[in-house]
């Protein structure tokens, strides 16, 4: 393999305790890029950068929805949003969202909340249809400008500094309340509690953009993409391409006859599956399945170039760069923040 690229795509840290410096070798995949690897910030995230990457790069400017709704059986409205499921926590005066609160719905539970929400708003100009991965898309009427954010980025923040802004938020804003109350007594809920899931508090709408069709790529798509997120499927279609399932580790794809290769990878899919985990434990499971067998392959000379996108930022490596033994060694949360 030439070049494999490892996308954290909800990695965000901020002034937050859970970045405080950890013993070194907790991370040792983290703190090879640390200490050997060329940083470059990511001033718009990381999609157009993996746009740019995936020769794909006049997609890189489009908004979240417009590319994620091309995955989309069909396009529910000329606005559009996705409806991100977010399971959310009650604090002292505040309600927030931890790390592990980011949902990841099955087909049918997505299908079903799409259904039922179309059923009650038949009408009103809102609809909601299923994204790979269980996220959710709103189609609406178009109206003014809207501020949106992007839950990767609220954990432990106070969701009402957050809500929909601008000239056109007030509909959204309405809609989002009904929606918490709906999702509140809905049955699906009560399905998850007896099987111990968290329950669905809220669809977070986010990344708005025309629901316009958005012409395909001349040329077909050079590279193997794996992961769930929903912005990637739409522009591996876009690229006449398929996203493919995420492996458990690297292995699953370092051994891959593509000679390019991007995965997206979540922390909170970690957290999520072992609610009782913190950001390190999810990182250090990170690290150990994916990015020091990477690092390793890299230091094999099986794999030409290595990329990680964390943090709003990117770290390349190649084999040479290891070689440069006088470079400080960090902690890994050090060099990510």
Do not use: K
Not at 65 to 75: C, D, G, N, P, T
Not at 184 to 207: D, F, I, K, M, Y
Not at 314 to 330: E, F, K, Q, V
């Amino acid at each position: 393999m030439s070049e494999l690229v490892i996308v954290i795509t909800d990695l965000y840290l901020g002034a937050e305790p859970e970045t405080a410096p950890v013993p070194r070798g907790t991370l040792p995949g983290l703190e090879t890029f640390g200490r050997f690897a060329h940083a470059e910030p990511l001033p718009e995230s990381w999609r157009p950068w993996a746009a740019h990457w995936l020769d794909l790069p006049r997609y890189g400017a489009l908004p979240v929805a417009s590319v994620a709704a091309v995955a989309a059986r069909e396009v529910p409205g000329p606005a559009l949003w996705l409806a991100e499921p977010l399971s959310l926590t009650e604090g002292v005066g505040r309600v927030h969202l931890e790390r592990h609160g980011r949902l990841r719905l099955t087909p049918a539970e997505s299908l079903r909340l799409a259904q039922d929400f179309n059923a009650l708003y038949a009408g009103s100009g809102f609809a909601l249809t299923g994204l790979p991965g269980g996220t959710l898309l709103l189609g609406g009427p178009a109206g003014a400008p809207v501020r949106t954010w992007d839950p990767a980025r609220l954990p432990v923040e106070t969701l009402a500094e957050r809500l929909p802004s601008g000239p056109g938020a007030g509909a959204l804003r309405r809609l989002g309340s009904e929606l918490e109350m709906w999702l509140h007594t809905h049955p699906l809920n009560a399905e998850r509690a007896a099987r111990g899931a968290p329950p669905v508090s809220q669809l977070w709408l986010w990344g708005g953009g025309a629901g316009a069709a958005v012409p395909l790529a001349g040329a077909p798509l050079r590279a193997e993409v794996y992961g769930e997120e929903a912005y990637l499927a739409g522009l591996v279609t876009l690229g006449a391409g398929a996203l493919r399932a995420l492996p458990d580790e690297a292995a699953g794809v370092l051994g891959a006859a593509s000679g390019r290769t991007l995965c997206a990878l979540e922390v909170s899919e970690t957290m999520g599956r072992v609610r009782q985990a913190d950001l390190l434990s999810a990182l250090a499971d990170l690290d150990q399945r994916w990015i020091a067998p990477a690092v390793a392959a890299l230091g094999a000379g099986t794999l030409e170039r290595l990329w990680l996108l964390a943090n709003d930022r990117a770290w390349g490596l190649r084999r040479r760069d290891l070689w440069r033994r006088w470079r400080r060694g960090r902690t890994a949360l050090e060099a990510l923040a």
